[in-house]
């Protein structure tokens, strides 16, 4: 009986071990071939019968006090047992739970960003998400698809949503973004088309730039912004009552930084006077170089 016994654990362990093997090789349930790896190596004889003499040994101590031999192996035997079906199945969930969960058939290529619809979002809760809800008419796993979208297009926080009431245009506004973006969106929550200050983001629901290639951050703004004072102030007749409005910055794709506004200060006779102004940086490391500038019209650099 022994020896059947031994020759069908010998073919169901080699059996789990083979089975083990097409497993290991896919990443997907690398751990399910782990876990058939190791009740297969368990299962050999050998193996088997180390395990079962080691736990023998170990779970005499709970059965002392019995006074039948055969009620101590009995019982050992039932320990034995209950242990290594307890450990095995601990194993097994575990492994099940930290299984990846299965992945879109679309998965992302390239610059791709549309997703199934389908597909439960991690931003479905974030507070810019149920703002995207509300003005779209989204879900919030489409709305959440929507924002995940921008933030891989350098959006942050938003601020304001306008629907444009005609298609499925709308005007973005977005903390530390200066020009509202224009975002086409399907009902699936699906971006096709993303444009910042007349500059191609996403096209055809595939991403070709970020809206970071055209924006400053806000230290560099604050610098570039008190720069552009100081300079039109030189050619003013009373800088001292200048007053800046409308001032903002655009960025093209060749990375010329454009500063424009208006301001206000007085002429000769003591009356203040409107111009509007323009100048184009060029950015080295953070040290910008004026390329040209015009005041009222009027080239000065």
Not at 224 to 239: C, R
Not at 248 to 255: G, L, M
């Amino acid at each position: 009986m022994k020896k059947f016994l031994d020759v069908c654990l010998w073919i169901i362990g080699l059996f789990f071990l083979l089975c083990s093997l097409g497993l290991l090789l896919s990443p997907e349930v690398r751990g399910m071939g782990i876990f058939f790896t190791l009740l297969g190596i368990t299962l050999l004889p050998p193996l088997r019968n180390k395990i079962n003499n080691k736990l023998h040994t170990f779970f005499t101590v709970f059965n002392k006090n019995s006074n039948s031999e055969n009620t101590n192996l009995v019982l050992i035997k039932a320990l034995i047992g209950i242990f290594k079906f307890t450990v095995f199945s601990i194993l097994f969930i575990g492994i099940i739970i930290s299984m990846p969960e299965p992945q879109n058939i679309n998965t992302t290529i390239d610059n791709t960003v549309t997703t199934k619809s389908s597909t439960k979002s991690k931003y479905r809760n974030n507070k810019n998400a149920k703002l995207i809800a509300n003005v779209t008419g989204l879900d919030k796993d489409q709305a959440g698809k929507v924002y995940e979208t921008l933030v891989s297009c350098g959006v942050g926080n938003i601020t304001n949503i306008e629907d444009q009431e005609y298609g499925d245009v709308y005007y973005i506004e977005a903390f530390g973004i200066p020009v509202k973006l224009i975002a086409y969106i399907d009902k699936e929550g699906n971006i096709t088309e993303l444009h910042y200050d007349m500059k191609d983001i996403i096209v055809e629901s595939k991403r070709v730039a970020k809206i970071t290639d055209y924006i400053l951050n806000s230290n560099d703004w604050a610098k570039l912004e008190v720069q552009s004072q100081i300079y039109i102030e030189k050619f003013l007749n009373a800088p001292k009552t200048a007053k800046y409005r409308n001032m903002n910055y655009s960025i093209d794709e060749n990375k010329v930084i454009r500063v424009f506004g208006i301001v206000e200060a007085q002429n000769l006779f003591g009356v203040p006077l409107e111009n509007s102004f323009e100048i184009e940086y060029t950015n080295n490391n953070g040290n910008f170089s004026i390329k040209n500038a015009i005041l009222a019209d009027k080239k000065i650099y």
